[in-house]
């Protein structure tokens, strides 16, 4: 699930275990929803910054 949270903040939700039932059940988009969860079950991925080469593969230089 892909959430804006506001203004120009976003945050993309997976939701990993939930069964094929559950899916169906998730909010559609434009759904205003509440997101909770316990702090231990809580991974931050910090957006990379594109570098000199960024367009150049993965070969290093």
């Known amino acids: 699930m892909h959430i804006n949270v506001t203004g120009d903040v ?4 997976l939701v990993p ?3 094929e039932d559950a899916r169906q059940h998730l909010p559609g988009g434009g759904a205003k929803v ?3 969860w316990q702090p231990e079950h809580m991974h931050l991925v910090a957006e990379s910054k594109p570098t000199e080469n960024a367009n150049q593969g993965d070969t290093p230089q």
């Open 10 to 13: 976003d945050m993309t939700v």
């Open 17 to 19: 275990n939930a069964s």
């Open 34 to 36: 509440r997101l909770s």
